[in-house]
C-alpha cells in the first residue's frame, strides 16, 4: 500500500479533560537520565555511550547495572578528575584522549555518544563543541553525538528521550516526493519491535521502521511524509525533534495489554486506511491469547487497590491497562512528568477516583502511602524493601522498563509482575 | 580524565552515607542532585536493609541553579531534623553539590538547629568511598567524643571496636565473632562504632582502655587520633586467618595486660577446624596452587598470609585499590616474594591474571568477573559487595569460626567450578527463576567460553523429534539463552500434546500463551 502524506487519516486531537495534578517539590527519589544507557547500549548495537561526569556516574551505572551486563559493556564513564576541574588540564584535550584510546579499544563501535552529566552540566562543559569536533577527526568511522543524562535535567526514561533526539537531526530526509511512511519510536525490545512488524506487515502497512534501529548505519529516514507512533510515553524531546523534521504524531494510547495494543495499531491501521476486517483478521488470535493471559491474572488481581511513586513516565498508561484491563483500583498515580499530550488517551481513561501526581516530595508521598496502605505498591529500589518490612506488597519499577512489556504476546507477561508479589505474599508462611 | 567501566570505590559521599546508615540515630543532609538517590539502594538491595539509609538529599535540578540552591539545603535540613529527631547531622555535598560552592557546613551553622551538626569536607575528585567513610568516622568522633564524662577506673580492661560500617564485607558477622572472642578473654566491649552505635554510644568511648582497629580502611584514622587524643593504645593484628587470629589475642592479652600463661590457655582452647583440615590428605591437592589476591588492603593481607600459610597455596601475585594502605601491601607483597599491584584500573588487574594465569582467584565481585571471562575459578573475599556478599547464614572472616568459613570458601571454588556462582546469581532473577540452569563454563577450562555459545552448541546437537520452521527457530533464538531452553521444551511439548507435525511461530506464542501462569 502506497500512501501519500494527504491521504493519511490522522487522528483526532485528544486534549485532556480538566483533573486536579497534585505537585510538590522535595526530595526526588529517582534514578538520573543515565540509567537509559543501561538498555540503549543493548538496543543499538554498536553504540557506545561515554559518559563524561564522576565517580558517582560510574558508581550508578555499576550499582544500577549490577549483574545484568555479561560481556563488556558498551558503555563507560570518562571521570573527571581535581585536575581537570582546576584547569591544570584542559578538559577538551584530555577528552580527545579518553575517545582516542576507547575508540582503539573497540574498532566496532560505529556510533558514539558523548553523555552529559550533572557535574559536566554544572560546570557548562560543552560536549556539543566536543561531539562536532571529534566528528571531524574520526568521520565517516564514526558517529559522535552528545546529549545530557544528567540528574540536574533528566529523571531515568528521560534519558532515551534525550538520546534519540539527539538521534534525530542526524536521521537521513525522506525525499519529499516519499509515500507516507510509518515509524515506531522509543526503544522496545526486539522480540516485541518484530512481533509489531509482523502485525503491520500483515495489515499491509510497510515497512515500517523503527527509532532506534539495531545498527548506527540502519537508523531510519525522516520528513514531512513520516507520522510516527510512540511505542514509549516518555519521549517529549523525541516528539518535538521529529515534528521539526516536518513529522506527524498519531496520538494514541500505549500498547500495554490486549485493549491498549488494539488501539495502538487501530490507530496505525486508520491512518493507512487499512479495512476493518482486514485489521481484524491480522489482530484476531494474538489479540485473544492476550485475552487468554490476562484473564489467568484477573481474579488475583481485580479490585486490589495499587499506588504509584513517580520513575518512568509510563505510569500513567501502566495505571489504564491494570484499571481497564485487570480491574484493579489505583489510588495515587505519581509520574516525574506529565506530558497530557502524549498520554491523553491514557490519561483520560483513568476515573476521576484516581489522584495524579507530578513530581515528588518522597517523605511526603510515603506518609500518603502508608495512609492508604495499598495492596500493591510500584516504586524505586531504594523504597521497596523498606515499604515490605511495614507489611506493604511493592512491585520494582525498573522491572516494567527491563522487561519486554508492550504488545499481546507480552500481556500476559506484564500482568504477571504485578501478580507475582501478590502471589509471593500468600505462599509465605514464614 | 580517567576511563573506567567499572569502578572499585564509590565517591567519598558513599563512604559517609555508610557511617550514617551504620549508626542508629545520625542523619546525613546531602547536597546533591536527584540521581544520586541512586545510593539508597546499595543499602536497601544489596545489603538488605530493612529501613531506608538516614539520608536526605536536596535534589537540586538545572532550574535551581540560577536561583537559591542555598536555601533548598536549609529548607531540607530544617525539614529532616524536625521529621527524623536525630541526636547529630552531618553535612555535606556530593560531586555536583561540590561544584556549587554553597558550603552546606557553613549554612548549617548560621541554622541555629538544636542539634550537634558536622561538616563533612569530602573532595569527590580526588578521595573515595574508603576514605570519605574514615573522614566521617573521624570527624564524627573528633566532634562528638570530646563532650563524653572522662574516663572512670574500672577494675576491669575494656576496650572500642573502630571500624565495621554499613554495607561493609561481612561486618556484621565478623563484630559478632570478635566480641565474642574479646568478651572470652575476660574484656569488656565498651562500644562497637560505627556500626549499631548510637550517637551516645560515640560520647563514651573515653572509657575504653584501647581500641581495637578491625578494619584499618575506615577506623585507623580514627583510632590513630583516639591514642593521640586520649592516650588509648589500637591493635595492629587484623585477625583473619588461624595465626592472625592468635596473634591479635597475644595483642589484646598485652594491652589488656593478661598474663601470657592465661593467653595462651585460652589460645590452646579454641576448635578452629582448619588446621586439621588443612593436614588432612584430602586437601593434598591443594598443594602449591597458585592463587592470585587482588581487594582492598586489609582483606588482601590477611588472605595472602591465609592461602600461603594455611592452605598451603602459593601466591603468584597479589595488589589493592587501597592506595591510602599501599605501603603496608606492598611490605607484604614481598613476604611471598612479589610485587603488589597498586590501581583502581581493573582492565590492569585483568591483565595480570591472564599474564599470570592463577588456578585460583580471590578478589572482589570485580576480579569474579575477571574470573569467569578467563574461566577461572574465584572465591571473593572483598569488598565492593553484591547482593551474594550477605549471606543469610553466618558466615564471619574473622576469628575461629571466620577460618573455618575461610576454609570452606578458599576450597569451594576448586571443587565446583564457576557455574554454581553463575546460577546462584541469578536464581532469585525474574527471568531467570525457573530456568534449570546449564552448565555455562566448563570445569577447569583455562579458554574463555562464553555461555552463549556453549548453549548454541547444545541446541544444535539436541536431536529434536518434532521439526520447526526457520522462522519459529528463528523467533526462538530472540528468547533469551538462559530461557531458552525452556522455551522450546515447552512448545514441543505443547505441540506433542496438540499433535502438531510442525512448529510454526504461531505455535511457539501458543505455547507461551498455554504454559503462562
Not at chain 1, 238 to 260: H, I, K, N, V
Not at chain 1, 360 to 372: F, K, M, P, S, T
Request: charged content about 25%; overall charge negative.
Amino acid at each position: 500500500m502506497s500512501l501519500t502524506r494527504d491521504e493519511i487519516n490522522l487522528p483526532q486531537v485528544t486534549g485532556c479533560a480538566e483533573r486536579p495534578v497534585l505537585k510538590q517539590r522535595g526530595q526526588h527519589e529517582v534514578f538520573c537520565g543515565l540509567t537509559g544507557i543501561m538498555w540503549l547500549h543493548r538496543k543499538i548495537q554498536d553504540a557506545f555511550f561515554l559518559i563524561v561526569g564522576s565517580r558517582t556516574c560510574a558508581h550508578l551505572m555499576q550499582s544500577a547495572a549490577g549483574v545484568m551486563i555479561f560481556a563488556e559493556p558498551r558503555f563507560g564513564t570518562a571521570i573527571m578528575e581535581e585536575r581537570d576541574l582546576a584547569g591544570i588540564a584542559d578538559m577538551h584535550d584530555e577528552l580527545d584522549g579518553v575517545v582516542e584510546k576507547l575508540l582503539a579499544r573497540r574498532p566496532e563501535i560505529r556510533l558514539l555518544f558523548l553523555v552529559g552529566s550533572c557535574p559536566s552540566e554544572v560546570i557548562k562543559l560543552d560536549l556539543g563543541r566536543a561531539a562536532e569536533r571529534l566528528a571531524v577527526q574520526h568521520s565517516p568511522d564514526v558517529r559522535i553525538l552528545n546529549y545530557s543524562g544528567s540528574g540536574i535535567e533528566t529523571t531515568f526514561t528521560q534519558g532515551e528521550d534525550a538520546c534519540l533526539a539527539a538521534l534525530v537531526p542526524s536521521l537521513p530526509p525522506e525525499p519529499d516526493q516519499a509515500p507516507a511512511a510509518l515509524m515506531v519510536v522509543g526503544a522496545l525490545a526486539d522480540v516485541v519491535e518484530d512481533q509489531f512488524a509482523r502485525l503491520f506487515e500483515e495489515m499491509g502497512i510497510g515497512p515500517v521502521r523503527f527509532l532506534p534501529a539495531r545498527l548506527a548505519d540502519d537508523m531510519p529516514s525522516v520528513g514531512p511524509n513520516t507520522v510516527y507512533l510512540l511505542a514509549q510515553p516518555f519521549l517529549t524531546d523525541t516528539a518535538r525533534a521529529l515534528e521539526e523534521r516536518g513529522a506527524t504524531l498519531l496520538q494514541t494510547p500505549f500498547p500495554l495489554g490486549a485493549e491498549g495494543t488494539t488501539a495502538w495499531l487501530k490507530t496505525a491501521a486508520d491512518a493507512f486506511g487499512v479495512d476493518e476486517d482486514t485489521f481484524n483478521n491480522v489482530i484476531e488470535k494474538p489479540k485473544q491469547r492476550a485475552e487468554r493471559a490476562i484473564e489467568l491474572h484477573r481474579e488475583k488481581l481485580e479490585g486490589k487497590t495499587v499506588f504509584f511513586f513517580p520513575d518512568s513516565q509510563l505510569e500513567i498508561p501502566l495505571a489504564r491497562f491494570l484499571g481497564n484491563e485487570l480491574g484493579m483500583v489505583a489510588t495515587e498515580v505519581g509520574t516525574p512528568y506529565l506530558n497530557k499530550r502524549l498520554v491523553a488517551h491514557d490519561l483520560n481513561a483513568l476515573p476521576d477516583t484516581v489522584s495524579v501526581s507530578e513530581g515528588q516530595d518522597v517523605d511526603l508521598q510515603l506518609d500518603r502511602c502508608r495512609e492508604e496502605r495499598p495492596d500493591i505498591v510500584v516504586c524505586g529500589l531504594g523504597l521497596a524493601n523498606p515499604l515490605e518490612v511495614e507489611g506493604i506488597t511493592t512491585k520494582w519499577s525498573i522491572e516494567l522498563v527491563f522487561t519486554p512489556i508492550q504488545g499481546f504476546e507480552q500481556a500476559g507477561d506484564l500482568a504477571e509482575l504485578f501478580a507475582r508479589p501478590l502471589n509471593r505474599r500468600t505462599r509465605l508462611e514464614v | 580524565m580517567q576511563l573506567t567501566v567499572w569502578t572499585y570505590e564509590g565517591p567519598p559521599h558513599v563512604g559517609a552515607m555508610r557511617i550514617a546508615t551504620a549508626m542508629t540515630d545520625l542523619h546525613y543532609v546531602l547536597h546533591a542532585p536527584q540521581g544520586d538517590t541512586y545510593a539508597d539502594l546499595l543499602f536497601t538491595m544489596i545489603e538488605r536493609r530493612k529501613k531506608r539509609p538516614p539520608v536526605t538529599y536536596t535534589t537540586f535540578q538545572a532550574r535551581d541553579l540560577g536561583g537559591d540552591t542555598s536555601q533548598l539545603f536549609m529548607d531540607a535540613a530544617r525539614d529532616a531534623q524536625e521529621r527524623f529527631q536525630p541526636a547529630a547531622m552531618i553535612v555535606g555535598a556530593s560531586c555536583t553539590g561540590e561544584l556549587i560552592q554553597d558550603d552546606p557546613g557553613g549554612l548549617s551553622k548560621t541554622m541555629g538547629l538544636p542539634i550537634p551538626v558536622i561538616p563533612l569536607e569530602l573532595p569527590s575528585y580526588s578521595k573515595k568511598e574508603n576514605w570519605g567513610a574514615a573522614e566521617t568516622l573521624y570527624q564524627v568522633v573528633r566532634t562528638i567524643a570530646p563532650q563524653g564524662p572522662d574516663k572512670i577506673e574500672a577494675d576491669y580492661k575494656s576496650c572500642n571496636i573502630i571500624g565495621p560500617t554499613a554495607l561493609g564485607f561481612r561486618h556484621r558477622d565478623d563484630v559478632k565473632e570478635i566480641v565474642g572472642l574479646i568478651e572470652s578473654m575476660g574484656i569488656h566491649v565498651n562500644v562497637v562504632a560505627p556500626l549499631d552505635a548510637s550517637v551516645h554510644d560515640i560520647l563514651r568511648l573515653k572509657q575504653a582502655d584501647f581500641n581495637v582497629c578491625l578494619y584499618p580502611e575506615t577506623g585507623l584514622t580514627t583510632c590513630t587520633w583516639l591514642k593521640r587524643q586520649f592516650r588509648q593504645p589500637h591493635t595492629k593484628t587484623v585477625p583473619i586467618g588461624v595465626n592472625a587470629t592468635i596473634d591479635f589475642m597475644r595483642e589484646l592479652a598485652e594491652l589488656a595486660e593478661i598474663p601470657q600463661d592465661e593467653c595462651e590457655a585460652l589460645i590452646e582452647e579454641n576448635e578452629v577446624r582448619l588446621p586439621w583440615y588443612s593436614r588432612s590428605i584430602d586437601s593434598t591437592y591443594l598443594t602449591g596452587k597458585r592463587v592470585y589476591l587482588f581487594g582492598d588492603a586489609t582483606h588482601v593481607i590477611a588472605m595472602a598470609r591465609v592461602a600461603q600459610k594455611e592452605m598451603g597455596y602459593q601466591v603468584v601475585g597479589m595488589g589493592t585499590y587501597s592506595r591510602e594502605l599501599a605501603r603496608d601491601v606492598r611490605e607484604a607483597a614481598e613476604l611471598y616474594g612479589v610485587e603488589a599491584l597498586i590501581t583502581d584500573d581493573y582492565l590492569e588487574v585483568e591483565e595480570q591474571v591472564q599474564n599470570l594465569q592463577p588456578e585460583l582467584v580471590l578478589g572482589s565481585q570485580m576480579e569474579r568477573h575477571i574470573a569467569k571471562r578467563l574461566g577461572l575459578p574465584c572465591a571473593v573475599i572483598s569488598a565492593p559487595v553484591h547482593v551474594q556478599d550477605f549471606p543469610a547464614r553466618y558466615s564471619p572472616q574473622m576469628g575461629f569460626e571466620g577460618a573455618n568459613v575461610l576454609f570452606d570458601t578458599l576450597v569451594h571454588p576448586l571443587t565446583m567450578g564457576l557455574e554454581e556462582h553463575l546460577l546462584h546469581m541469578f536464581r532469585d532473577d525474574f527471568e531467570f527463576n525457573d530456568a534449570a540452569g546449564p552448565s555455562h563454563l566448563g570445569h577447569g577450562s583455562s579458554k574463555t567460553v562464553s555461555a552463549e555459545a556453549k548453549d548454541e552448541q547444545q541446541e544444535t546437537t539436541s536431536n529434536d523429534p518434532l521439526s520447526w520452521t526457520l522462522e519459529a527457530e528463528k523467533e526462538l533464538k530472540k528468547i533469551p539463552f538462559f530461557v531458552r531452553g525452556k522455551a522450546r521444551r515447552n512448545t514441543e511439548k505443547f505441540a506433542g500434546e496438540q499433535g502438531l507435525a510442525e512448529i510454526t511461530m504461531e505455535t511457539l506464542y501458543e505455547a507461551k500463551s498455554h504454559f503462562s501462569r
